[in-house]
């Protein structure tokens, strides 16, 4: 079958780094994505990986290992507006989106 | 305004009824998605569609139907509600690059007692 797997929620301290792991089997692999998704609002894009390596983007940063089926966002300097669910996805060999349940990220003072 | 729209973004309604659910978008895509979202559950496929005259199923489509009544809309039906429809619904759209993300609307909260 198909899975995505990542952290339910996790805590963490404003000014802090934190890392956030997803691990994924698909039937095939097209790219991973993170969004991030406020409390009862819409998911919004932060990053998309198709090769290996990290992508970096501002505070943001995406890494991805497609032997391992392993990907992580990096979240530095967090800030109080961090405080967001992050979801997972990967487009699996039908081009099909595949969604984890998404890590809740609590930021503390 | 947002580039994706949804209404209601709130109802209740009672086990048995109509309900519809509207998503029209200014972005342009011809791809548009419905998705449900429930606690503890990744994001499920309810349907797709590519363009006008190519609507999908996704992988949760029974109890739902939709119309895609021009490019920029895309509505869902619930023909008779259940209470196990209470979720929090989304319309998307797809972008043409290279990653293909999706935009969401605002969302629209459906409680069915």
């Known amino acids: 079958g198909q899975n995505i797997d990542q952290p339910t929620e996790m805590t963490a301290t404003e000014g802090a780094i934190v890392q956030i792991n997803c691990t994924y089997q698909?039937?095939?692999?097209?790219?991973l994505f993170w969004y991030q998704q406020h409390a009862g609002e819409a998911p919004t894009f932060l990053s998309y990986?198709?090769l290996d390596g990290l992508e970096e983007k501002g505070r943001f940063s995406s890494f991805l290992s497609r032997s391992k089926g392993y990907s992580y966002l990096l979240l530095k300097e967090l800030q109080m507006k961090d405080s967001a669910s992050y979801l997972c996805?990967?487009?699996?060999?039908?081009?099909?989106?595949?969604w984890g349940a998404g890590t809740k990220l609590i930021i503390k003072p | 305004d947002a580039d994706v729209t949804q209404t209601p973004r709130n109802r209740i309604t009672k086990t048995g009824k109509r309900i519809m659910l509207e998503c029209s978008q200014t972005?342009?895509?011809?791809?548009m998605y419905w998705y449900r979202q429930d606690p503890g559950l990744g994001l499920r496929l309810i349907y797709y569609?590519?363009?006008?005259?190519?609507?999908n199923k996704g992988e949760i489509s029974d109890g739902y139907s939709v119309s895609r009544q021009a490019q920029a809309k895309f509505s869902l039906s619930l023909e008779s509600a259940i209470p196990n429809q209470t979720a929090l619904y989304f319309c998307?759209?797809?972008?043409?690059?290279?990653?293909?993300?999706?935009?969401f609307g605002e969302g629209s909260r459906l409680t069915v007692l």
């Open positions: 996805a990967v487009r699996d060999g039908d081009y099909q989106l595949i």
């Open positions: 698909t039937s095939g692999f097209n790219g």
């Open positions: 990986n198709v």
């Open positions: 972005k342009g895509h011809d791809r």
């Open positions: 998307a759209t797809k972008g043409a690059g290279a990653s293909g993300e999706l935009f």
């Open positions: 569609s590519f363009d006008v005259k190519d609507i």
